[in-house]
């Protein structure tokens, strides 16, 4: 018996899946186009983004204002506020969405698994127990339980760093 795996949002991205001109780090950033772009969070030095292509539910990204490739080139205050809002969605995620853990890391380099190379950023990828189950394993998918829209709106309603 076959199963389908319903993901009626990626439609957009299929119909409209022209590459994006530049760093869309910097095209988030510098367009003021926040829900567009997912943006959940601007601060003086760095600003949140949601990952468009999610590990998993509530996958966030935090990266610097300027086109900055590697964490050396950070400014301190880059490097503090960076780690201040990372602490922040950190307690944002617990209280919108409840993980039971969490990732936070960054691929620094093609070799190392980095997918945007030339603009630093910083992972948080929430976690649950269980979270990982077969579909990874036997069919290279992952099933990710709620639109990017409703939590891009539920972080909205409940951000008010």
Not at 5 to 25: M, N, T, V
Not at 119 to 125: G, N, Q
Request: glycine share 6%; hydrophobic share 40%; proline share 4%.
């Amino acid at each position: 018996m076959i199963h389908n795996i319903w993901a009626p949002w990626r439609i957009a991205y299929i119909q409209d899946h022209s590459k994006e001109e530049g760093c869309f780090l910097c095209n988030a950033v510098q367009n003021n186009m926040d829900e567009k772009h997912l943006v959940i969070h601007r601060a003086k030095e760095c600003f949140c983004i949601l990952n468009k292509y999610p590990y998993n539910s509530g996958h966030i990204m935090i990266a610097p204002n300027k086109h900055k490739a590697d964490i050396s080139d950070l400014t301190d205050q880059e490097m503090l506020e960076i780690m201040q809002v990372t602490r922040d969605m950190k307690e944002y995620l617990m209280k919108i969405m409840k993980p039971e853990g969490f990732n936070l890391g960054v691929n620094l380099g093609k070799s190392a698994g980095a997918g945007l190379i030339g603009h630093f950023h910083f992972h948080i990828v929430p976690r649950w127990n269980g979270d990982t189950n077969f579909m990874p394993v036997i069919s290279d998918i992952k099933v990710i339980p709620q639109s990017l829209e409703d939590l891009y709106s539920e972080f909205k309603k409940h951000l008010h760093i």
